[in-house]
Each structure stands twice: as structure tokens, then as C-alpha cells.
């Protein structure tokens, strides 16, 4: 079956998502208010899911239409074809938003949209009420100046929960959005990684299943892997290919420090889910005491600021301090992110690069420090 498929992202890394899409086979995609949209069939939604590192979520997009009343969400909505979606026995659950609309009530919306769906397959199935005891689907609604379109959820949970980090530290920083921070880094698998504020471990995991080529959903669960009404092979087939792609190196160099042993030992449970804690060297150490001998390693870090410590000259101070431990390592390219206002005053050097990004819903800025490139292979 062909589906039209959108894949969401996070702002301000639209670009990174678009590159991945493209090794997917899925070229020169635009971008629309952080959706990209294409026509594909069960596989192409399983891989999306499987193999994409920054993407939000994987939606199949149902239909669209005029919507101004009540009566043309149900309409509208009724149309669908939802036999062909939603077996008949599934719990359906719809959720949504309204924006610059004359329809905005949200509950309202979702209570129409519910019914549609409800009469719709009672009347396919010739029966009067719906048992909603089988799989989960997730109906996502958004009415944006006056035009409603519908979702169907394929990712179930946000594709940001790679199924290992259970225990969430304070202030953690999202999956998805490491993993774009590191696509935006020089690191390779052949280069030293170190994250001297590891908190809960994030950075250096993603880093670890980036090296070793390990996907970012194989080891968590889809809700499209349960429908009834989707072909199952799209999901064990894309399976087994992640499992046949993995490539471990086992020579790669990946730390994680933080002063917080109980930040440590929650970084190492983590690992230990995701698969990789022999690949990882973590320990509880002062960032300001981290130093290395190799050269052209990478950093990548997420340091305490905001909700983390209790005010903004105690994050400046920091700041202040770190730099002075990043001085003392001329050759390594440092990516930290963080929302303190006025960063390169209290690091005391402007960034090479800097760019906007949200973690979660805190505005923060990603700055790039690059260190010295290494030699040409024939000097």
C-alpha cells in the first residue's frame, strides 16, 4: 500500500534530518514547518523508524480539508477510509492542536474526531460499538488557519526514546538532538569522544551507537509493528537488516565524566540497556580536571546550566573555568550546548560557529570550537 509518510524534526535541524532521509533513498525533500512529506509503502515507514537518528516521529498522513464547523471536522474525518488503517478491535486515541482557526477547542475537536472515526468502522463492520481491547493507534489532528489535517502515528512513543534510558537524569538532554549535535561534529569512529558533564549518559551512548553503526530503534518497540492491518514483514525485515549493519569497532575511544557518582552510575545502567557499556569508559571526575594525550579528539556536551544549578553567575563561573581546561587541548573540537545568555563572554573566546536549538522547549545555542586539523596523510 502506498502511504503519504511524514517524518517531523526538531527546529534548526531540518538540514540534518533531510541528509538522512537521503541515505533512505528519499532525495531533495523539502522541508515544511519541520515536516517532510513523500509517498512510500510499509517499508519505507519502518525503515524511517528504524534507521533515522533525528527525526521526532513517522506519520502517515490520512487526509486533508477545509474545516470552519463542527460538522465539516466530521464530515471530513468520516470520509477516511479507516478500515483500511485501524482494525476495528484497536484502542484509538486522538490527540491534536488547534492554531489561528475559528474551530479551537482541542477537546471539543478530539470528541468529533473520536465519533467520526467510531461510526466509520462500526458501520464497515456492521457492528454497534468498538471494543478498543487490542493494539494502540494514535490519530494526531492539527487545524491550522482553517484546513485540518489528520495523522496516523506510526512511532508510537517519540522517536527520541531509544528504549534505553529508563532512569532520565535531570535536565537531560533529548536523544534525537545529540545525535544531531554529533552530526554536526567532526566525530567519526576513528576519533577520541569524551563528554566531561555525561549526566545521564546520552552523549556518549549515541556517540557509541553511532560508531558501531548500531540503529537507533532496534531495540525499542513501534506501535505500526502491532497493527493488524500492516504487513508484518515491513517491521521484521527492517530488523534484521539493523542487526546485519551493525559494525563494531571495537577500538573506539569514548568517554563520560561527570562529579556526580549517581549521574555515573546512571550513565552505566543506561549503557547497559543500549547495548554498549563494554565500548564506554565512564567514571565519576571534576570536568575541570579532564585532560587527554591522544590529539583531534572530539567533545560533546551538555553542561549544567538553567534548571541544573541555581543561578547564572554560578553557571558563568563554570564556564569560565571549563575553558580554561579546553585551552590546554588546542587540537580537540568541543560542541556544547547550553541556554546561558552570554556564553562567549563567560567562556571568554567566540565560537568558531554557533546555531539555535531546543532542547525540548529551552531555548539553547550549540557552539563549535574546532580544534587544529591533523595533518594530511602524505606530509
Sequence with gaps: MNYNICVTTAFGIEGITKRELAKLGKENIPAKNGMFSFYGNEFDVAKCNMFLRTAERVYIKLSEFPCTTFDQLFEGTAKIQWSEYINFEGQIVVNGKCVNSIIYGISASQAIIKKAIVVSLTKSKGIKILPETAERYKVEFSIIDDVCSIYLDTSGLGLHKRGYRDLVGEASIKETLAAAILELSV????????????????????????????????????????????????YNVTLEQAKDEIKINKNIRIAGYDIDKNSIKLAMHHAEKAGVREYIHFQCRNALDFSSHRSYGVICTNPPYGERLSNEKEVSALMKAFAETFAKLPDWSLYLITSLPGFEYAFGKKADKNRKLFNGKIECRLYQYLGKKPPKKND
Aim: charged residues 25%.
Design 187 to 234: 566525530f567519526n569512529k576513528d576519533k577520541e569522544f569524551a563528554d566531561p558533564f555525561c549526566g545521564s549518559g546520552t552523549f556518549p551512548i549515541e556517540a557509541c551507537l553511532y560508531a558501531n553503526n548500531i540503529a537507533p530503534g532496534i531495540n525499542r518497540s513501534f506501535d505500526f509493528a502491532s497493527w493488524k492491518v500492516f504487513n508484518k514483514d515491513a
